[in-house]
């Protein structure tokens, strides 16, 4: 198993249905419990065990996920209100070097909390009209809206197989 991708990379074939992104937001929606029941009572030492060498760390993991589900809520929330808005992207690597990410992780889990109950409301909301809508990626090119939720929900699962792993690690 490649431990960067443990469920492997996101892949859709094929036209995206409307049950496919009715179980993509459920999935988002469930996230934040998710990873909260995972990290709970970790000691400070547990939330420095990595998922693999030169991997992030189970408090970085977490800070990053807030982080970079924080960024996407408003990349919807831009194509929603601008035509095929151009989007930044950010230095992942280099916003775990800040020193927020020090902080303790509950400050994350409930930025990732709120931001997900925001998100799941607008997500259920969305027209068919609506997650037609895209975004420019300067290094991906067009994102539609309903393929970044299908982007999303895989993201959440890929970290929560990283602080899986990296729990194990520390047997």
Do not use: C
Not at 6 to 21: A, H
Not at 138 to 150: A, R, T
């Amino acid at each position: 198993m490649d431990k960067r991708f443990p469920i492997g990379q996101f892949q859709q074939d094929g036209p995206i249905s409307e049950e496919q992104i009715k179980r993509w937001i459920e999935e988002i929606s469930q996230l934040p419990e998710q990873v909260i029941s995972l990290v709970k009572g970790l000691s400070e030492s547990e939330l420095l065990h990595t998922y693999r060498e030169g991997g992030w760390n189970i408090k970085q993991l977490v800070h990053h996920v807030a982080d970079s589900h924080l960024n996407s809520f408003i990349r919807f929330k831009l194509a929603l209100t601008e035509e095929s808005p151009i989007i930044k992207p950010y230095e992942e690597a280099e916003w775990s070097k800040l020193p927020d990410y020090d902080m303790p992780p509950q400050t994350a889990l409930d930025l990732l909390a709120s931001i997900h109950r925001k998100w799941v409301v607008l997500l259920r909301a969305l027209t068919a009209e609506q997650l037609e809508r895209t975004f420019q990626h300067p290094e991906s090119g067009e994102v539609s809206l309903k393929e970044n939720i299908g982007i999303y929900a895989w993201h959440g699962k890929h970290h929560l197989a990283h602080i899986r792993l990296a729990l194990e690690s520390q047997d």
